[in-house]
């Protein structure tokens, strides 16, 4: 004879299955009646369409055209509910990829990029010409010993003059600006790179967060399963006189626990959903979901070859160096541009009795100042970009060994859990469930073992996030996947 408790449990169930399946038939029965007076519409509605063209025309035509119709309208109507109400689910790529394509932080490096190539495009220029044209009335005021004035048909003449100046740069300056324009592009695609680097690791840790989230509420979701049915039983042996009241109090205290978990996973998912949305420039939207693992440690993952390749390709040294190139280039143009440019000049003069052709050169002499705090202000730039790179250098080191000995002892702590620690855990929450059917324990029993094998399980999912998310930013310490 069976547990009464269990088996008033079990015809609870089927009574709330009988009741959901009764909605379901009364739900199917409206829709049949929408599409029913669909047919009879669009019966109606071909059949007076064609009468006018063909007044032979079947029965059956007509009656073919309208479930021809119906069918269509039913299954538009459905694919468009179905697609309103299922959530769409993305994987760990996908968010990646959209966050490439939409995340502004992306649209800021490219912007950068485009900054330094017309910075490049001004380096490579060369200065344009000065034109200068003056013209007015002259009229003769002197005619000298001679007095050639009375001899003149006109007293007055319109006077002009033209002026073209040609600036020459000194080599040296252009070729200095010219090469630390260069260096300004490239620093700018190692900055690409490095956004999309560290945009990347971040998406990735958003990503775990969330899932994170959803196994914690799907968990907290089985917990209260469990505590539910465990408390219908209570409530069972309670009404029967097996329990004293005190077990059924003790037993609904339990299940406003597990409600109170459910609601904060719930709302955790949601905040975490949100953060990933934000990565992806809104696109995801508030109603999706994800889909994917935790990610295992990879093989052949040793200390030094990481470290080899963090200090040779990661992006951030990359820039860091062609910063500092950059600095260098843009001190040896302040060093040049001690030599002063040289400008080429030509004009033109017609004047009442006499015109002329000139050509001149125009060269400042740097006799008080020779550029002495520009030097001074590009030299320290210089400096600090070293400083910069040797900080950045050591902060990475620092971050591949820590992460590569976060990875390690948690794929030690995985490998425990994989041993038969969640078995155990697992088969003692069995036991105790089976005992208290069979009245040999108490309901704290159960209680005590399900508390642990819940623990057991979440213990077992943190570190399957830990060790994701070390591997994630142990990526970014490195410059790249593993």
Known sequence: MPDSGLYEALCACRDAQWADSKFMVDKRYRTMNRITQWSRFSEEY????????SRTASTGFFSMIALAATCTMVLVCSTTHA????PEIYTLEGI??????HNPTMAGAQGFIDQQRGQQTVAGSYPNPTVTGNTGVGEIRDAGRADIGQSLARQSLTEYNATIGQPLEWPGMRAARQRAADAGVATANSGLTETRLNLIAQVKVAFYDLLLAQ?????ARQNLDIVDGVARIVKARVKSGEAPQFEA??????????????ARADNSVRINRVVVDTYTGGILG?????????VGIPKGIHLDPLMTRMLDQHPTIQRLLQSVEQSEWKLEFERQSRVPNVTVNGSYWREIGREAWQGGLSVPIPTWYRRQGEIASALGTK??????LLRARNELVRAVHQHYQDVRTTAELIEVFDKGLLKQAQEALRLAQFSFQQGASSLLEVFDAQRVQRQIQMDYVQARYDLSVSLARLERAVGGTL
Do not use: H, M, P, T
């Not at 697609?83 to 299922?86: I, M």
């Open 46 to 53: 071909a059949r007076g369409f064609f009468v006018a063209r």
């Open 83 to 86: 697609a309103g109400n299922v």
């Open 96 to 101: 990646v990829q959209l966050a490439l394509e």
């Open 215 to 219: 196994q914690d509420a799907s968990l």
């Open 249 to 262: 109090i003790k037993a609904e205290v339990e299940v406003l626990k597990a409600r109170q978990q459910l």
């Open 286 to 294: 508030l109603s999706y979901s994800v889909n994917g693992e935790f």
């Open 383 to 388: 400096r600090r970009e070293e400083a910069e």
